[in-house]
T-cell receptor, first 114, second 115 residues
Framework: KQEVTQIPAALSVPEGENLVLNCSFT??????LQWFRQDPGKGLTSLLL?????REQTSGRLNASLDKSSGRSTLYIAASQPGDSATYLC?????????????FGQGTTLQVKP | NAGVMQNPRHLVRRRGQEARLRCSPM?????VYWYRQLPEEGLKFMVY????????ESGMPKERFSAEFPKEGPSILRIQQVVRGDSAAYFC?????????????FGPGTRLLVL
């Protein structure tokens, strides 16, 4: 059974810091891994999608890496800003051909202080 | 191209009533997923549908819950005889196809409160 864990559960940093969020999964048989952002009371916004054959993806100040063999992914946020404050969710899609369901971690709640 | 739409955004029901949650996928998307986020918990998969077919309902409670995605119209998640434990945020996501390369686009969610 696939389980996804995110560490830490919460993180508070001063503005301008670089930071790393961690995600681990127990079953390396995945199709892809996604990082999402969720603002309070809102839906999810997809940040980055990494295919199982890829090692990393970048978008602006965000960089996500994937090490499938060790079951780990990291989301690196450079030069953090108060607007980055949100909950960040990691989700994996199982390596199955007949379902696209995502398995989510519990999330890391980030607060960036001005 | 409008995003995934869900309505209502907030729904209040008394125990024993029925709740109907609607999801209109993005234009051109024929795959719909429903997830539930209980208070202080992560998102959990409930059901995956294509037009007129339920593909995977492994995450949906066996009783009181049902889902459909008709040929015309939105996908509906129906909860009969709601109980307080059904209070949660219900999110719908859609994707255009199932290839392993597509992302899922999420709606804003419906927050259900059972009194």
């Amino acid at each position: 059974k696939q389980e996804v864990t995110q560490i830490p559960a919460a993180l508070s940093v001063p503005e301008g810091e670089n930071l790393v969020l961690n995600c681990s999964f127990t079953d390396s048989a995945i199709y892809n891994l996604q990082w999402f952002r969720q603002d309070p009371g809102k839906g999810l916004t997809s940040l980055l999608l990494i295919q199982s054959s890829q090692r990393e993806q970048t978008s602006g100040r965000l960089n996500a890496s994937l090490d499938k063999s060790s079951g780990r992914s990291t989301l690196y946020i450079a030069a953090s800003q108060p607007g980055d404050s949100a909950t960040y969710l990691c989700a994996v899609r199982r390596g199955s051909s007949n379902t696209g369901k995502l398995i989510f971690g519990q999330g890391t709640t980030l607060q960036v202080k001005p | 191209n409008a995003g995934v739409m869900q309505n209502p955004r907030h729904l209040v029901r008394r125990r024993g009533q029925e709740a109907r949650l609607r999801c209109s996928p993005m234009k051109g998307h024929s795959h719909v997923y429903w997830y539930r986020q209980l208070p202080e918990e992560g998102l959990k998969f409930m059901v995956y549908l294509q037009k007129e077919n339920i593909i995977d309902e492994s995450g949906m409670p066996k009783e009181r819950f049902s889902a459909e995605f008709p040929k015309e119209g939105p996908s509906i998640l129906r909860i009969q005889q709601v109980v307080r434990g059904d209070s949660a945020a219900y999110f719908c996501a859609s994707s255009p196809y199932l290839s392993g390369q597509e992302t899922q686009y999420f709606g804003p969610g419906t927050r259900l409160l059972v009194l």
